[in-house]
């Protein structure tokens, strides 16, 4: 409960200060399987003022699989990753403005789950 408390409670304080400072134009989203791979894109919505970025990719040892900086203001960057090859790995997407030097991070999660369906019918 406390750990809940104290996020909700940083996340707060910018609104209640008047603070008016945006976050990273950024969103991401999962697009769906291209021949059983994952495809992910990232949209970006810069300013001629907030356009330079790093993408950062890490795997759950915190180790770099992929950077890029990229210069832009309203642009679409697509990853189509290889699901055997991730397997059940967290991947996090870190993009970093470099003018404000705010971060956001997207975990991917990819959970595999097995189900089974049964049904009983009666025959007349």
Do not use: C, W
């Amino acid at each position: 409960m406390m750990a809940f408390f104290t996020a909700f409670s940083v996340a707060s304080v910018p609104a209640m200060a008047g603070d008016s400072h945006k976050p990273i134009p950024v969103e991401m989203k999962f697009m769906g399987y291209i021949k059983n791979q994952l495809l992910f894109k990232l949209n970006f919505a810069g300013t001629a003022e907030n356009n330079e970025f790093t993408i950062i990719i890490r795997d759950d040892q915190n180790n770099t699989l992929y950077r890029e900086n990229i210069k832009g203001e309203s642009f679409s960057k697509s990853f189509l990753l290889n699901s055997d090859e991730i397997g059940d790995d967290k991947l996090q997407f870190e993009i970093i403005s470099k003018k404000t030097k705010e971060s956001v991070v997207y975990e991917v999660n990819r959970n595999i789950r097995v189900a089974e369906e049964m049904t009983v019918s009666e025959l007349k």
